[in-house]
């Protein structure tokens, strides 16, 4: 059976053509771009101000795959999870965090992921595919919608923070920026996005070659190799020293905000010693903030949270030695929305 086309992959020259040869007046490419990315249609029959022919036209020529929200859990701190079936049945998984002055979206760049990180729910799942652009726009959207059905507020921020590692999903992740913060679309400032990455050294380069314009996270959860290799095998081709070189040039093309992420463990990386190695690294890198996060249990995981006593001691060491650092509280964690919880349960 053949295939049509997904009309959003067209540029809006392209549709101008399309529709130009169909007999159509020009500005109609204006509309239907507008419904495309504007209003987020997910379907031709809801563009109320195009003929019926046209409308008829365009969903013989074209498909329009969106995705529908699956399933949402409300927690009690007001986050709410979104489960988001792909248009090929894939589910994806997709958090509203709510503050008093945010409204975050976090968002999946893949289904599943590759890079296995032992403490990671969505490690434990095989990557099955990457998303697209318009699935990565679609998401946002239906976060933007929930948030403003719900607390009468629109997004402020996106984080790529989700299932998935996004810059090995680069092309249609940056695409996907690209149609979030154009004019036509959610017009979204790009300093208002944080991509995550769990260290892949050649595409943070990369990034800087293209000027990007939104800020950078690094999940670090470990200053040394040893420990690194050991939670994230991904440190095994992209190891302390390339990263740190690879952040510096990132800084230096693009002058954008760098974050350190980072887990705490109980016994594992939450000593003094662990701190005086994160210290060390802090300084190598021009790094804007360190997050230090509570770890949220995941099934299958040997980890554990520190203490409340052990968490001081590492925030107030780190603090003595100038290090810009907050404690960041998960949330949504009754409803596995929080950091490192995304699995499709």
Not at 5 to 14: A, G
Not at 24 to 50: I, T
Not at 85 to 100: F, K, Q, S, Y
Not at 314 to 335: C, P, T
Request: net charge positive; hydrophobic share 35%; glycine share 4%.
């Amino acid at each position: 059976m053949e295939t049509k086309p997904n009309i959003r992959q067209l540029s809006r020259e392209e549709l101008g053509k399309y529709l130009t040869a169909a007999g159509e007046k020009p500005f109609r490419a204006g509309q239907v771009y507008d419904w495309l990315w504007l209003h987020h249609a997910g379907s031709f029959e809801e563009m109320s101000n195009l003929s019926k022919t046209l409308r008829e036209r365009l969903s013989a020529d074209f498909s329009l795959p969106a995705l529908r929200v699956d399933a949402t859990q409300h927690s009690a701190d007001g986050t709410i999870k979104s489960r988001f079936r792909l248009p090929d049945g894939h589910l994806v998984e997709g958090v509203l965090i709510p503050t008093a002055t945010r409204q975050t979206a976090c968002v999946s760049s893949q289904v599943g992921c590759s890079l296995s990180c032992r403490f990671c729910a969505t490690g434990f799942m095989d990557r099955k595919r990457n998303l697209s652009f318009d699935e990565i726009v679609d998401e946002v959207a239906l976060i933007n919608r929930q948030s403003q059905e719900t607390f009468g507020k629109k997004l402020t921020n996106i984080v790529y923070m989700g299932m998935g590692e996004p810059l090995l999903n680069y092309r249609q992740v940056m695409r996907s920026i690209e149609r979030i913060t154009s004019p036509e679309g959610m017009a979204m400032s790009p300093r208002r996005i944080t991509v995550s990455t769990a260290g892949v050294a050649k595409m943070i380069r990369q990034l800087g070659d293209d000027k990007v314009r939104f800020n950078l996270a690094l999940s670090l959860h470990a200053a040394n190799d040893k420990k690194r290799s050991e939670i994230m095998p991904v440190n095994d081709n992209n190891n302390l020293k390339a990263l740190t070189e690879a952040l510096n040039y990132f800084y230096r093309e693009t002058r954008n905000d760098i974050t350190f992420e980072y887990i705490l463990f109980r016994n594992f990386n939450d000593t003094l010693k662990d701190a005086d190695e994160l210290i060390r690294l802090y300084r190598q890198v021009p790094v804007k903030v360190v997050n230090l996060i509570e770890y949220n249990p995941v099934d299958h995981t040997p980890f554990a949270k520190p203490d409340e006593a052990q968490v001081t001691a590492f925030m107030q060491y780190l603090e003595k030695h100038r290090v810009n650092a907050r404690i960041r509280h998960s949330r949504g964690k009754d409803i596995d929305a929080a950091c490192g919880q995304l699995a499709n349960k």
